[in-house]
């Protein structure tokens, strides 16, 4: 008999499905129509010879045929991407310098990184992961090629290109929070830090009582002590450990969303080129419901 062989593209929808819980946003990622997703389901049930997926109101759920597709699936792809990027793409090689936000610089960084050199092996990769000012001003002396930096949407900065929008949360344990009647106990970046900024104005704003516990010139830093308990704190879905979760009360404020932006030097090379397009992917796969 022969066996069948699983679409791509139909793997594709799947898991972009999955991964923003909802496959209208998918089919519209895609430039699909719902149809066309809906479609890709039936075929792959039709392929694996039972459902994948069940309607639980207005959205799907995944089947455990469909939990265990959803890892094959992730490989499969991966395997396809690096190959066509692989032979797609002019052998390169030099040196290429970025910098990164420190919320970048663990997990999406070590996936970016082995992705990169699997597709060009010949590259020297010079990474430096600091705060935002540090890496402007390393950009703006001609020290780095590209940086992926947060920027607030009241200001422009020069060779940036905007390509994503992060929500700012209030993030912590939960034990954090249990007398709301005493000031709200704050772990933050040192001045100056655009979170920070927007934390303060927030509580302000609703004049709700707040004292800084902590102020750490690392992230490592703020993570340590809002596992401790020390404070809540505010940054953006990239890099929250597992150990943490969003903070959602009536009477906290809301935040505003933070641009994620990519600089880029002028005239850039054919390495540094490259780095961006695997940047951008890899941003894409991380962070699908806030990457554009």
């Not at 991964?19 to 039709?46: C, D, I, M, P, W």
């Not at 200001?155 to 912590?172: A, L, Y």
């Not at 780095?275 to 699908?288: C, I, R, S």
Request: proline letters at 5%.
């Amino acid at each position: 008999m022969r066996k069948p062989t699983l679409d791509l593209e139909a793997l594709r929808s799947f898991v972009l499905g999955v991964e923003l819980g909802n496959f209208a946003e998918a089919a519209e990622r895609l430039n699909r129509s719902t149809s066309a997703v809906s479609a890709h389901l039936k075929k792959l049930e039709a392929q694996l010879e039972q459902p994948i997926v069940k309607r639980s109101g207005r959205s799907l759920v995944l089947l455990p045929a469909g939990e265990e597709l959803l890892s094959y699936a992730k490989r499969l792809l991966a395997v396809n991407d690096d190959a066509v990027m692989a032979l797609r793409q002019p052998k390169v090689s030099g040196i290429v310098r970025i910098g990164l936000q420190e919320d970048f610089g663990e997990r999406f960084l070590t996936d970016m990184l082995a992705q990169f050199n699997r597709t060009n092996p010949d590259v020297v990769l010079d990474v430096q992961v600091s705060r935002n000012r540090n890496l402007i001003e390393r950009f703006q002396q001609g020290k780095l090629d590209l940086v992926l930096l947060w920027n607030n949407t009241e200001s422009v900065i020069k060779n940036t290109e905007v390509i994503g929008q992060f929500p700012m949360q209030w993030i912590g344990v939960p034990e954090a929070l249990a007398d709301p009647q005493m000031p709200l106990s704050l772990v933050l970046f040192e001045s100056p830090c655009l979170l920070r900024e927007s934390a303060i104005k927030a509580l302000d704003a609703k004049e709700i009582p707040w004292r800084v516990a902590m102020s750490s010139h690392s992230l490592s830093g703020v993570w340590s002590a809002t596992e401790a308990g020390l404070g809540i704190t505010v940054r953006t879905p990239a890099g929250r450990p597992d150990s943490l979760v969003v903070l959602e009360k009536e009477w906290l404020p809301r935040l505003p969303d933070l641009m994620l932006c990519l600089m880029q030097a002028d005239g850039l090379n054919t390495a540094a080129q490259s780095l961006k397009e695997t940047v951008l992917t890899e941003l894409k796969q991380a962070f699908p419901r806030w990457v554009y």
